[in-house]
């Protein structure tokens, strides 16, 4: 029984440190329900890392960039569902939404929030598409002076961001026998 611990501590410790890349999205046609991706601003190496403690918004943790791909230790993918035209968002199990007539990330919303994807100029365009709200104007972006992905109304001056999608090549197969 101890060796068998010990293998497995061992087995997850090397996973652990296993990187994953992930690949930029450029083109809306080809995201797919399921995709696991992050958010990105390269020029400083963040992507996106986890709620904020106050979950108003998603922390940033330093990435490897090269070209147009990303690499991590320990991503916290965002999985995206498709619904209809648009796309809910989740980071682990909860919902990423729009918190009405802010630009605060809302976690604990009973209605999911649609986002609209599309890419111009090299950037992803999220943006909140949620029925009935009159500040649908609301998009993701980077925060360069407080570093952070957030919702942000239109003409803020905060920085485009990009997507990446995880290359399920770079996933170890892992053997026990």
Do not use: C
Request: cysteine-free.
């Amino acid at each position: 029984m101890k060796h068998l611990y010990l293998f497995l501590l061992a087995l997850a410790s090397v996973v652990a440190l296993h990187a994953e890349t992930f690949v930029k999205i450029t083109n809306p046609a080809t995201l797919q329900d399921g995709d696991q991706i992050v958010l990105g601003y390269a020029e400083k190496s963040h992507v996106s890392a986890g709620f904020s403690s106050t979950k108003k918004y998603i922390d940033v943790t330093t990435a490897t960039f090269a070209s147009d791909n990303v690499t991590l230790s320990e991503p916290a993918t965002i999985t995206l569902k498709k619904n209809g035209l648009y796309w809910n968002l989740y980071l682990g199990s909860k919902p990423i939404g729009h918190k009405s007539g802010t630009s605060d990330l809302d976690v604990n919303q009973k209605t999911i929030t649609n986002f609209a994807i599309s890419f111009e100029n090299g950037n992803a365009q999220v943006v909140s598409q949620t029925p009935g709200k009159n500040d649908n104007e609301v998009f993701f972006a980077y925060n360069a002076s407080s570093p952070r992905f957030s919702l942000y109304h239109a003409g803020s001056n905060m920085k485009g961001i990009s997507l990446y999608r995880l290359d399920e090549s770079t996933i170890p197969d892992v053997v026990v026998e």
